[in-house]
């Protein structure tokens, strides 16, 4: 069964400090990985899109990396701004454009 | 200028009531989902509709019926509501070409609570 995992669940962090988010997915062949940012009350936003191992995309404080097994976002320096639930989802093969998504991990970042 | 909005934004009712969640997007896709976020923030998804024709459906009560009258708006229609109905609704769009579905956008959602 096709399944997403993140880690940590809450994560707190000094203006500042780097730090990265854990997405592992076992998936029946993988089409596409997905990032977004909840901020509370509102939808989902979308970040980035990985689409095979190796790959590795940036957007400000935020980069993301892809492996056969699992994805990273890096927040670099992160601001307050920041604070909010990262969530992972991925894309299988297969099928139509079913988004399997992790139960997120919200993130606080104090000054 | 709105991509995704939902209507209404938030919606209480009573148990055994009949509701409906309105959906519509102004980016040109021609796919759009409604997906169910409960009370632990899972997001998951229930109906997707291409070009007005129903390709996914997940494993939800008939109560629930979805209903597309163009590519830009998907409505969400609600009989006899259950407690267990109450959780966060968000419609979202994506583009598809050539068999590669491209990222989805979010709705701000509705907020539904049973009682």
């Known amino acids: 069964e096709d399944q997403v995992t993140q880690s940590p669940e809450a994560l707190r962090l000094q203006e500042g400090e780097s730090s990265s988010l854990n997405c592992s997915y076992t998936?029946?062949?993988?089409?596409?990985l997905f990032w977004y940012r909840q901020d509370p009350g509102k939808g989902p936003e979308f970040l980035f899109t990985?689409?095979?191992a190796g790959e590795e995309k940036e957007k400000e404080r935020l980069k993301a990396t892809l492996t056969k097994k699992e994805s990273f976002l890096h927040i670099t320096a992160p601001k307050p701004e920041d604070s909010a639930t990262y969530l992972c989802?991925?894309?299988?093969?297969?099928?139509?454009?079913?988004?399997?998504f992790g139960a997120g991990t919200r993130l606080a970042v104090h000054p | 200028d709105t991509a995704v909005s939902q209507t209404p934004k938030y919606l209480v009712t009573q148990m055994g009531n009949d509701k409906s969640i309105k959906c519509e997007q102004n980016l040109g896709h021609d796919t759009m989902y409604w997906y169910k976020q409960d009370s632990k923030k899972f997001l998951k998804i229930m109906f997707s509709y291409n070009n007005k024709e129903l390709i996914i459906n997940e494993t939800v009560p008939n109560r629930f019926s979805p209903k597309s009258p163009d590519k830009a708006h998907l409505n969400l229609h609600i009989n006899s509501l259950e407690l267990g109905d109450s959780a966060v609704y968000f419609c979202a769009s994506s583009q598809a070409q050539g068999g590669t579905f491209y990222e989805q956008y979010f709705g701000p959602g509705t907020r539904l609570t049973v009682t």
């Open positions: 989802a991925v894309q299988a093969r297969g099928g139509y454009n079913k988004l399997i």
């Open positions: 998936v029946s062949g993988l089409r596409g």
């Open positions: 990985l689409y095979s």
